[in-house]
């Protein structure tokens, strides 16, 4: 296998996309990055982290609000209306992953990643779905929260999701061409993908 590997996964909300990414990344021996993403942007931009977590994944006035509210949490007053726009704070977030890329073998889960690295040739690609019956008990356990509120949640994060991966990408978020590989969790389950993602990275390097 080659000696640096860049796995990017965008994932359905409450399809198990992170917690197949964080085994894989522990299989594999190599870097893992979900909502850590957040904290290296911070650190290269010098914005506030906070900026970072309000926008996460969200576009147009959500990414407005959070800059706001990135530099009150730094004392500051944005110096001009808009000198930092969505934009900005998208292209803040694609220079920490491009310089993960570049300095170290990783999974990186959602925030674009797999558009981002589109010419990097250590970089596959990997969605992952599952039935609607299993991410809403799947989202149920770990937020303790009924059918009708996991749906819901469901439903919005999806959605928010998608409208983010299409503005920044000019592709379809979920669609199988946007991609290397979709995989239904539902067929294989957590670890059973896991280990299928292992041997087609492995087969692939």
């Known amino acids: 296998m080659k000696d640096r590997i860049i796995l990017t996964i965008g994932r359905q909300f409450g399809s198990g996309g992170g917690l197949v990414g964080k085994q894989l990344a522990k299989a594999l021996g190599i870097g893992y990055y979900d909502k850590e993403l957040l904290a290296v942007a911070a650190r290269e931009s010098g914005l506030c982290q906070e900026t970072f977590e309000r926008a996460d994944e969200r576009t147009d006035s959500g990414l407005s609000r959070a800059l706001t509210a990135g530099y009150s949490c730094m004392g500051m007053y944005m110096p001009y209306p808009g000198i930092l726009s969505n934009d900005g704070l998208f292209k803040f977030q694609s220079d920490a992953i491009r310089h993960l890329a570049e300095q170290e073998s990783c999974v990186i889960v959602g925030r674009c990643a797999d558009y981002i690295l589109r010419d990097n040739p250590v970089c596959l690609s990997f969605f992952i779905h599952d039935s609607k019956e299993n991410r809403t008990n799947r989202i149920k356990s770990y937020r303790q929260i009924n059918d009708e509120e996991a749906a819901e949640q ?48 492995e087969r692939a390097f």
């Open 154 to 201: 469901m439903r919005k994060n999806d959605k928010t999701r998608a409208a983010y991966y299409n503005y920044y990408t000019n592709k379809t978020w979920g669609v199988a061409a946007s991609y290397r590989l979709t995989i239904d969790v539902s067929v294989l389950g957590i670890d059973g993908t896991t280990a299928f993602i292992k041997d087609f990275v």
